[in-house]
Each structure stands twice: as C-alpha cells, then as structure tokens.
C-alpha cells in the first residue's frame, strides 16, 4: 500500500529566510503527488499538484523518483505562509483508485517576524 | 470555497449514541470522501463515493457506514459513537484525480 511521510510535525522559521517541508512517499508506481494546506479558521485547499509544475505563492516542489520525495519549497518565507501543510498522494482517478488521496502526517509551519 | 457544506459543524454526543453527519454538495461531482483529522495521523480516508448508491471502504471504515442516494448528499453515520471517534471530519468532493475540493468540517466529541 502506498505511504506519504512528513518527518517534521512542527517547523520554525524567520520571515524572510528560506523553508523546505520533506514529503516522502512510498509507491512502486507513478503516483500524483499534491500539497494541501490549511490556514487558521480555512478550509484545507490544494497548494499546488506535481503534473502542473507551478509556482503557487512562490512555493515549488519537484517530484524525485528516485529519492521518492516531494519537498515544498519556498526562498523567502512570509508571515502570511504559517499553516498546516499536508503532503498527499494519488494513484489517479482511473480503475479503482478514484483519485482517492493519502496523506502524509502534516507540517505546521510558523513563520515568525 | 466550492459549494460544500457539512452539518452540524459542532457536535457532543455520548458514548454508544449513534451520529450522522451531512456533507451536501452544489457542484455535481461524481466523487465524493469523508476523511478524519487527528493530530499525529493528519487525514485518513473513512469511506469514500464514485456514483448515487456506489460507496466503499477506505483506510479507517470501521465502526463507520455511509451512504448516498442522490448525487449531492453524502452521509456519515457513527452506528455507536466510541470516544475513539473523537475527531474532526472532512468531506471532499472531485471530479477527476486532479484536486479534491473540501469542506469546513464537523468537529465531533464523544464523551
């Protein structure tokens, strides 16, 4: 079965200084691979997806097969980026799998003045 | 925020009761999932819908039932609610595999 790992439950940083969120994912297929988050008092909604390839907010995430990773990027973190982020994977809406998501544990970023 | 919504949003119940909770949608997708959020496991998959009257069993579906019999209404339903079904629950709904739309969630305390 597949797994997504956040090996970070909390993450600190000051604005301005650059921040990266781990996502590992395990899976011997193609998985689609997302990144959800979740402001205070919001709803969770989609960050940015792996097949877009865009830039969300400034943040970036490369898809690394080999390292089965999918790391959330940003050079410089703002105030406004605090949250909970969650890594997610997909194996598509195809056959059986529905575009049902699994989640990784989550990331609550705080980004300090 | 897509046209979903949940009820009730807060809820106290007592142990053994049975719940249900709503998630209704405005937006006609075919896909439709109730997950659960807790600290440590972030979100599991309960029970998930592909279809009016298609349903089947996600990650944590046990002591879990739900149905849909029409596309816009997804329900959840606690047959016993034990304090380990203390949560906040999540619907989502999508179209294909590419995003999955939320709602504000129903958070639940079973005393």
């Known amino acids: 079965a597949q797994r997504v790992t956040q090996p970070e439950k909390l993450l600190s940083v000051f604005k301005g200084a650059p921040v990266e969120l781990k996502c590992n994912y395990s899976?011997?297929?193609?998985?689609?691979l997302f990144w959800y988050v979740q402001y205070s008092r919001q709803r969770l909604q989609l960050l940015l997806r792996?097949?877009s390839r865009e830039s969300i907010k400034g943040f970036t995430a490369d898809l690394n097969k080999g390292e089965t990773s999918f790391h959330l990027k940003k050079p410089f973190a703002q105030e406004e980026d605090s949250a909970m982020y969650y890594c997610?994977?997909?194996?598509?809406?195809?056959?059986?799998?529905?575009?049902?998501?699994?989640f990784g544990q989550g990331t609550i970023l705080t980004v300090h003045p | 925020d897509a046209g979903i919504t949940q009820s009730p949003r807060h809820k106290v119940t007592e142990t053994g009761t049975p719940v249900t909770l709503r998630c209704h949608q405005t937006?006609?997708?075919?896909?439709m999932y109730w997950y659960r959020q807790d600290p440590g496991h972030g979100l599991r998959l309960i029970h998930y819908?592909?279809?009016?009257?298609?349903?089947d069993k996600g990650e944590v579906s046990d002591g879990y039932s739900v149905s849909r019999s029409k596309t816009e209404d997804f329900l959840l339903t606690l047959e016993s609610a034990t304090s380990s079904q203390t949560s906040v629950y999540f619907c989502?709904?999508?179209?294909?595999?590419?995003?999955?739309?939320f709602g504000p969630g129903t958070r639940l305390t079973v005393t």
């Open positions: 997610a994977l997909s194996l598509g809406a195809g056959g059986t799998s529905y575009g049902k998501l699994t």
């Open positions: 937006e006609n997708h075919r896909y």
């Open positions: 899976y011997s297929g193609s998985p689609e």
């Open positions: 792996h097949i």
């Open positions: 989502a709904i999508g179209q294909s595999s590419y995003e999955q739309y």
């Open positions: 819908s592909y279809g009016v009257k298609d349903t």
